[in-house]
């Protein structure tokens, strides 16, 4: 899946030091949400919202959100976008945004799974409050590394990440590999969901 540019990307990031995950001992356990979200109250995809600025770093775009009211967008169906020089994500930016994603996850049946990433530029990534991982600034494509995650129950874990697109093109997708997978693949739009009552 991970293209030659990509691995070469990846390696080169981990060499100058750009690239923050979790622990490197061995997989995270994360813990279920509790309470479990009732049946009805979610609606499908992500929650998020805009932050119009040029950010260098994911830490700007929490500061600039503090003084400047982010704008509700259209909730992402799923984290499949690579839009090249197109509007970045659901907003009608394409440059120089902030994204606040908030939501949760569906993990279906306990077990080993991993997750990566392809970004450009900057993303922070928490699982039921945990960061995951991190590559904060500007950069061009890349993959994170495969990031491993113990689930001992099934159910809805919350998710959030803090992203932003600075100039030219624009990506942010997410991938896993489940318990009884053999390989990655997006995750699948029926496994996100948000509180509406956050929009």
């Given at each position: 899946m991970r293209s030659a540019k990509g691995r070469w990307q990846w390696a080169l990031a981990v060499v100058l030091g750009l690239v923050a995950i979790g622990p490197a001992n061995g997989a995270?356990?994360?813990?279920?949400?509790?309470?479990?979200?009732?049946?009805?109250?979610?609606?499908?995809?992500?929650?998020?919202?805009?932050?119009?600025?040029?950010?260098?770093?994911?830490?700007?775009?929490?500061?600039?959100?503090?003084?400047?009211?982010?704008?509700?967008?259209?909730?992402?169906?799923?984290?499949?976008?690579?839009?090249?020089?197109?509007?970045?994500?659901?907003?009608?930016?394409?440059?120089?945004?902030?994204?606040?994603i908030d939501g949760f996850i569906k993990l279906p049946k306990p077990g080993d799974y991993k997750f990566t990433i392809q970004h450009n530029d900057g993303v922070r990534f928490f699982l039921a409050g945990k960061k995951i991982y991190e590559n904060p600034g500007v950069t061009a494509d890349v993959f994170s590394p495969h990031l491993e995650i113990k689930v001992t129950e099934a159910g809805w874990y919350p998710l959030s990440m803090v992203y932003f697109e600075k100039r030219n093109t624009a990506t942010l997708e997410l991938y896993w590999q489940g318990p009884d997978d053999d390989d990655f693949k997006f995750v699948p739009a029926e496994n996100f969901a948000h509180d509406p009552t956050k929009e």
């Open positions: 995270e356990t994360l813990a279920l949400a509790k309470p479990q979200p009732g049946e009805g109250t979610l609606k499908p995809g992500l929650g998020v919202k805009y932050v119009p600025w040029e950010f260098n770093h994911v830490d700007e775009v929490l500061q600039i959100a503090k003084s400047n009211k982010p704008r509700v967008g259209t909730p992402l169906p799923m984290l499949n976008y690579n839009v090249g020089a197109g509007k970045v994500l659901t907003s009608d930016n394409t440059d120089l945004i902030g994204a606040l």
